[in-house]
Every structure is written in structure tokens, then in C-alpha cells.
């Protein structure tokens, strides 16, 4: 049975998930290497850690029954999201990565309360909305939010939500980007400081 606080700590990790985005914010190079590198890194390291979990067993608090011989959903979203920033413009990554980080703990808490599915549109329309997209994207919203809210819905292992919402998301987007106009990216690398 799982507890509570794990159930919130979770949640809370996804929600971390967001900060992600900060990764635009970094300068285009931190002392002569590009900042790809970090995502790179970060996917090596718990690349080796998810490793040691499954050899040893070794518990990681919250994880969740089903996920204790598989490659656990935190692994997943991770991957995800590095996989968001390094694959998809930034006008794609960003709403994909926090609709991923938020939209999960939100219908996680609503599972089965009505209007769940009405509350997770309108976060993903304010997501669409506070990455730069304005009124003349509304078919890239419109689309954005019913497809990462259906994924949420509808996701089932071998693949999990923290996989399917954002890259589906994404490839659903950039698929329409090129009929349509993406707007431009709203997070401007940090200048000077560690070039």
C-alpha cells in the first residue's frame, strides 16, 4: 500500500519537473562547452543510477510497486524532458515540459472528481498562453492541450504518462508547425556571466 507522503512526493517531483525550462536560461556555452552538454550529462548520471537501482534493488522513496523491476516512471519523465529540450524548438519544448510537470500532479489529485478534465484544459491553455502563444496559435493550443490531457487519460505501461504526454505532445505540435507558425521562444539565455 502506498502512503501518503509518497503519494505527495510524487506529485512534488513532477511539479519540480518544471524547472526545466530553465535550461533556456543557461548561456549558449558555460566556459567553452555548449550547453547541450548539461541535459547530456544529467541523462548519463541517472542513466547509471536507474542502472544500480534495478541491479540492486535498492528502494527510492516513492516509487511505486508495479515500478520496482522496471525502469521507473521518474527515469521516464527525465528522459523525457531532456529529450523535449534537445529534440524540439523552444516554442515546442517549454510547453511540452511544463504541461508534463503540472498537468499530472493536478488530474493525479482530481482522479475521478468531476471536471477534472475541464480543470486540465484550462492549466494547459494557461501553459500554451504563458509560453508565448497568443490568439492567432489557437489551433496549436486548441490541439496541444486535447492531446497532452487525452495521453494524460489514456497512457498505459510499457509506456508511461511521463513519456507519452510530452513527446506526443510534441511531435503533435511540430507536426502542425509546419503548416503553421510557431511563436518565438520566451526565455532569453543568461549573457556574459559564465562565457
Given at each position: 500500500?502506498?502512503?501518503?507522503?509518497?503519494?505527495?512526493?510524487?506529485r512534488a517531483?513532477?511539479?519540480?519537473?518544471?524547472c526545466?525550462v530553465?535550461?533556456?536560461?543557461?548561456p549558449?556555452?558555460?566556459?567553452?562547452v555548449?550547453?547541450?552538454?548539461?541535459p547530456m550529462?544529467?541523462v548519463?548520471?541517472?542513466?547509471?543510477?536507474?542502472?544500480?537501482?534495478?541491479?540492486r534493488?535498492?528502494?527510492v522513496?516513492?516509487?511505486?510497486?508495479?515500478?520496482?523491476?522496471?525502469?521507473a516512471?521518474?527515469?521516464?519523465?527525465?528522459l523525457?524532458?531532456?529529450?523535449?529540450?534537445?529534440?524540439f524548438?523552444?516554442?515546442?519544448?517549454?510547453p511540452c515540459?511544463?504541461v508534463?510537470a503540472?498537468?499530472?500532479p493536478?488530474?493525479?489529485?482530481?482522479?475521478g472528481?468531476?471536471?477534472?478534465?475541464?480543470?486540465?484544459?484550462?492549466?494547459?491553455?494557461?501553459i500554451?498562453?504563458?509560453?508565448?502563444?497568443?490568439?492567432?496559435?489557437?489551433?496549436?493550443?486548441?490541439?496541444?492541450?486535447?492531446?497532452?490531457?487525452?495521453?494524460?487519460?489514456?497512457?498505459?505501461?510499457?509506456?508511461?504518462d511521463?513519456?507519452t504526454?510530452?513527446?506526443?505532445?510534441?511531435?503533435l505540435?511540430?507536426?502542425?508547425?509546419?503548416?503553421?507558425?510557431?511563436p518565438?521562444?520566451?526565455?532569453?539565455?543568461?549573457?556574459?556571466a559564465?562565457?
Amino acid at each position: 500500500m502506498v502512503e501518503l507522503d509518497e503519494v505527495y512526493l510524487r506529485r512534488a517531483s513532477h511539479t519540480v519537473g518544471a524547472c526545466a525550462v530553465l535550461y533556456y536560461a543557461l548561456p549558449e556555452s558555460i566556459y567553452g562547452v555548449p550547453r547541450w552538454t548539461v541535459p547530456m550529462i544529467a541523462v548519463m548520471l541517472s542513466t547509471a543510477g536507474e542502472s544500480f537501482r534495478l541491479r540492486r534493488g535498492a528502494l527510492v522513496p516513492g516509487l511505486r510497486d508495479h515500478e520496482r523491476g522496471r525502469v521507473a516512471s521518474y527515469y521516464q519523465f527525465g528522459l523525457s524532458m531532456v529529450l523535449l529540450v534537445l529534440l524540439f524548438p523552444q516554442a515546442i519544448a517549454v510547453p511540452c515540459l511544463l504541461v508534463a510537470a503540472l498537468v499530472d500532479p493536478l488530474l493525479g489529485e482530481m482522479r475521478g472528481r468531476r471536471g477534472s478534465c475541464s480543470a486540465a484544459m484550462l492549466l494547459c491553455v494557461a501553459i500554451f498562453i504563458a509560453a508565448g502563444y497568443r490568439a492567432e496559435h489557437w489551433a496549436l493550443i486548441a490541439a496541444g492541450s486535447v492531446a497532452a490531457v487525452a495521453l494524460e487519460m489514456t497512457s498505459r505501461p510499457p509506456l508511461d504518462d511521463d513519456v507519452t504526454v510530452p513527446i506526443g505532445t510534441g511531435l503533435l505540435l511540430w507536426a502542425m508547425s509546419l503548416m503553421v507558425d510557431l511563436p518565438s521562444g520566451v526565455i532569453e539565455p543568461v549573457k556574459g556571466a559564465l562565457l
